[in-house]
């Protein structure tokens, strides 16, 4: 498998603080990269300096071998947070537009299928919803045709229906062989669209692998959520709950046997929910704290 992206022990300071402490990590051709962590973790700082927006204090980053350069630019592709776009242009206007600012361009009947642009293609830029927009700033990071594309909270305010529609989208480039590197604070997305993770927080990578990997590395059991009401303190005590608010959480290996006990305890089922540990349940365990915070 290729290595296109290698980032070897990188270090950014600002005065007395390292935002970036030391960090190392590789990223394979045609993966989906997810580089997660609460604000302040060293993310974006780390993800600018692959960019070529901020350099390095310390370190380095490879692109195919090469040291990275202000040429970059021309290869690589970002759909940033927030991105002004010019009012009173169309869609197609806008195209065009970005288009001028490459040496290379793809076809614009290619992105206008890849991101499903066709229905407000004539569109003013200021009528368009959150999901038309975020598919516009996806077509103008591939209008480059670059190998590697960053993707900085593309799905940030969009609602459930819209998330799912631009996932597909990036599983679409995904399988034309792109390299996408992913900040999101949505850990459904990570799971979803992430090859491999790597999990900072102060600076430091504190994690990485797969998603399955690091789920089954750090948990093997089921948790079980009761609504609090159904077990008196000595039953949440003799099944080693944890009261959380209006709930109460038992985690177990052994699902069935769990519940069995339940039931030969009196204890009513209703409102029960059983789940796997997920990458929200990984992160909290790490940093002790939510992602959103």
Known sequence: ??????????????????????????????????????????????????????????????YNGKEVDPSISQQIGIQFQNTAL????????????????????????????????????????????????????????????????????????????????FWQLIKNIKAEDKTIILTTHYMDEAEQLCDEVVIMD?????ESGTPDALLNKHFESIFIYLPSMHLTPELVEKFQGEVQGDRVEITTQHVEKTLTQLIENKVLLEGLHVKSANLDDLFLKLTGYSLRD
């Open 202 to 206: 102060h600076g430091k990578i504190i």
């Open 86 to 165: 010019q009012d009173f242009l169309t869609v197609k206007e806008t195209l065009d537009l970005f288009a001028a600012f490459y040496d290379k361009t793809v076809s614009q009947e290619k992105l206008i299928e890849l991101c499903d642009l066709s229905e407000f293609l004539n569109k003013n830029n200021r009528l368009l919803s959150g999901g038309q927009r975020q598919r516009l700033l996806l077509a103008l990071a591939l209008i480059n045709d670059p190998e590697i594309i960053f993707l900085d909270e593309p799905t940030t305010g969009l609602d459930p229906q819209a998330r799912r529609n």
């Open 1 to 62: 498998m290729q290595e296109v992206i290698k980032v070897e022990n990188l270090v950014k300071q600002y005065g007395d603080l390292n935002a970036v402490d030391d960090v190392s990590f590789s990223i394979m051709k045609g993966h989906c990269f997810g580089l997660l962590g609460p604000n302040g973790a060293g993310k974006t700082t780390t993800i600018e300096i692959m960019e070529g927006i901020i350099s390095a204090t310390q370190g380095c980053v490879f």
